[in-house]
């Protein structure tokens, strides 16, 4: 059980565009999903904590008309790069969590270029 | 506030040596921890968590960790490395039972390598 799936698990596209990230919990409603982005080898950083049908909030230094999150239903949050630029490149990884008394379960992650 | 240090960004054991990784919390308040795997180019997986119940915590594959209070470390151990092994670990620390966020704070990670 507890299964999240993240989409796409690789993203290669021009410098400019905007690329969404689609995260959904398969077999549980999860009240709050989180958003991270990973650096070659250093840990985790969170972006945003994002619950159903309210606006996320971002960690400081993440901005938020720069990584858009939409949380539109209980198994489903997506996360829109908007104008990427090669800077935006890295791993984005998200999770979710039933409820407060639950772990957090993990996507498989999304790696992003942008050239 | 509430942190995490992870002893050592990188250990290397033999196989069917014992593997122990280190981890350090500073919380306010009754930590919930966390030891999670993350296999290259993977998300995390939970490998075990420690919610104020029993101080020896047994995970997946083998392995167990024990909290303690006094030391206020969570090490992470297993009896004996299998190549299988081979990843990076994180420690965490849940900021349940203050804000109740549910917001995880991530060790550095420590990259275990098993040798054969």
């Known amino acids: 059980g507890a299964v999240v799936s993240q989409h796409p698990s690789w993203v290669i596209c021009k410098s400019g565009t905007s690329v969404k990230i689609e995260c959904r919990s398969l077999?549980?409603?999860?009240?709050?999903m989180f958003w991270y982005r990973q650096f070659p080898k250093q840990s985790l950083m969170l972006m945003a904590t994002?619950?159903?049908?309210?606006?996320?909030?971002?960690e400081q230094g993440v901005e938020k008309d720069k990584f858009l999150i939409n949380h539109a239903s209980l198994t489903l949050s997506t996360l829109t790069v908007t104008s990427a630029h090669p800077e935006d490149s890295s791993f984005y990884i998200c999770?979710?969590?039933?409820?407060?008394?639950?772990?957090?379960?993990f996507g498989d992650g999304t790696r992003l270029s942008i050239l | 506030a509430q942190s995490v240090t992870q002893l050592g960004s990188h250990v290397s054991v033999s196989e069917g040596a014992l593997v122990l990784l280190r981890c350090n919390y500073s919380?306010?308040?009754?930590?919930?921890l966390f030891w999670y795997v993350q296999y290259p180019n993977q998300g995390l997986q939970l490998l075990l968590k420690?919610?104020?119940?029993?101080?020896l915590v047994k995970g997946i594959n083998g392995f167990e960790a024990e909290f303690k209070k006094s030391e206020t470390s969570f090490h992470l151990t297993k009896p004996s490395a299998h190549m299988s092994d081979a990843a990076e670990y994180f420690c965490?620390?849940?900021?349940?039972?203050?804000?109740?966020?549910?917001?995880?704070?991530f060790g550095q990670g420590t990259t275990l390598q098993v040798k054969p």
């Open positions: 965490a620390v849940s900021d349940l039972g203050s804000s109740n966020t549910g917001k995880l704070i």
């Open positions: 077999d549980f409603q999860a009240t709050t």
């Open positions: 420690y919610t104020s119940a029993a101080t």
């Open positions: 994002s619950n159903e049908g309210s606006k996320a909030t971002y």
């Open positions: 999770s979710a969590m039933e409820d407060s008394n639950q772990p957090q379960h």
């Open positions: 919380s306010s308040v009754p930590p919930y």
